[in-house]
C-alpha cells in the first residue's frame, strides 16, 4: 500500500498505477478464460485479448521492447501494445501509435470535488450478473457484447452505476492492484453529468478505501474533466497498433 507517510516519489506511483492496469487487464482476460503472464518487466498474453484490451502492458521503464513482442500473438489482427512510460519504439516491429494519455493521480484522503452533494442520479454498486449487462450496454452504447464478465464482480473490482429513472445513464469501474486504486471507463450520457459523475464515484471510491492513493489515465476532454476532479497528470503513457 502506498501512503502519504511513505512520501512516494513520482516514479513509484508511475509504477503502481502501470500495475494497477496490468491487474485490471488481467482479471478481464482471465474472465475470458486467458491465462496472461507477470514478468519482471511485463504482463503479456500469448493469445489474443478481448477486444479494446492491450496484448501486452509493460511495467517498468527498461522492458525489452523485443521480448514483449515476442510473449504476444501479432499474427492476428488488432494486436496492442500498452506502453506504460512512452519509451518503446515499436515501429520497428509493425506497430503504429494508436493514442497517447496522461496518467492521473489523486492523493489518498482527498475530499470528494464539489458537486458530490449535487448529484441527481442515484448511485449504487453492480451486484449482479444482469446487472453488469445493463452497465456495459450503458457504458458502450449498444447492447452488451459480454466484454465484463460476473467474475469481475468481487472485492478486487467495483462497478458503479448512476441511474435516472431506473435507468443506468452514468459509471465507472474502481479497481484494486499495485497498492492503489485504479479508476477507468467513467462515463456520463445525456442525462448525466461528467463532472457530477466524477465527484459521485470518488465519493463513493473515498468511502470504501480512504486510505489508497487514485490513479488512472485519461487524454483529451476527459483529462481535463479530471483534473477538474482533483486528479494531476502523472506521465504519459501510449498505445501501439499492429498495423503490419
Known amino acids: 500500500m502506498i501512503t502519504h507517510d511513505d512520501a512516494p516519489e ?11 492496469n496490468a491487474d485490471w487487464c488481467d482479471a478481464v482476460c482471465r474472465g475470458h478464460g486467458l491465462r496472461p503472464e507477470f514478468t519482471a518487466g511485463a504482463w503479456t498474453s500469448a493469445l489474443r485479448t478481448p477486444t479494446l484490451y492491450p496484448d501486452a502492458v509493460s511495467l517498468t521503464p527498461d522492458a525489452s521492447a523485443s521480448a514483449l513482442v515476442a510473449a504476444i500473438d501479432t499474427a492476428s489482427p488488432g494486436c496492442s501494445v500498452k506502453d506504460s512510460f512512452a519509451v518503446l519504439d515499436l515501429a520497428g516491429h509493425g506497430f503504429e501509435v494508436l493514442f497517447e494519455a496522461q496518467w492521473i493521480h489523486r492523493p489518498a484522503g482527498a475530499a470528494a470535488p464539489a458537486g458530490a452533494a449535487d448529484m441527481r442520479l442515484e448511485w449504487s454498486e453492480v451486484a449482479s450478473a444482469e446487472a453488469l449487462e445493463e452497465w456495459e ?28 429513472e431506473g ?36 465519493a463513493r471510491i473515498g468511502a470504501r478505501w480512504p486510505d489508497l492513493e487514485v490513479v488512472g489515465y485519461e487524454s483529451g476532454d476527459d483529462l481535463d474533466a479530471a483534473v477538474r476532479a482533483g486528479f494531476a497528470p502523472l506521465g504519459p503513457l501510449r498505445v501501439w497498433l499492429r498495423t503490419a
Not at 138 to 159: C, I, T, V
Not at 183 to 195: H, K, P, R
Open 167 to 202: 435507468r443506468i445513464v452514468a459509471g465507472a469501474v474502481a479497481t484494486t492492484g499495485g497498492g492503489v486504486i485504479g479508476v477507468s471507463n467513467l462515463f456520463a450520457g445525456d442525462e448525466a453529468d461528467t463532472d457530477a459523475a466524477w465527484a459521485a464515484v470518488l
Open 137 to 164: 450496454a450503458a457504458w458502450d452504447g449498444e447492447e452488451s457484447a459480454g466484454l465484463f464478465r460476473p467474475s469481475l464482480l468481487g472485492e478486487d473490482s467495483l462497478f458503479l452505476a448512476g441511474r435516472a
Open 10 to 20: 513520482t516514479p513509484a506511483l508511475l509504477l503502481a498505477a502501470a500495475r494497477n
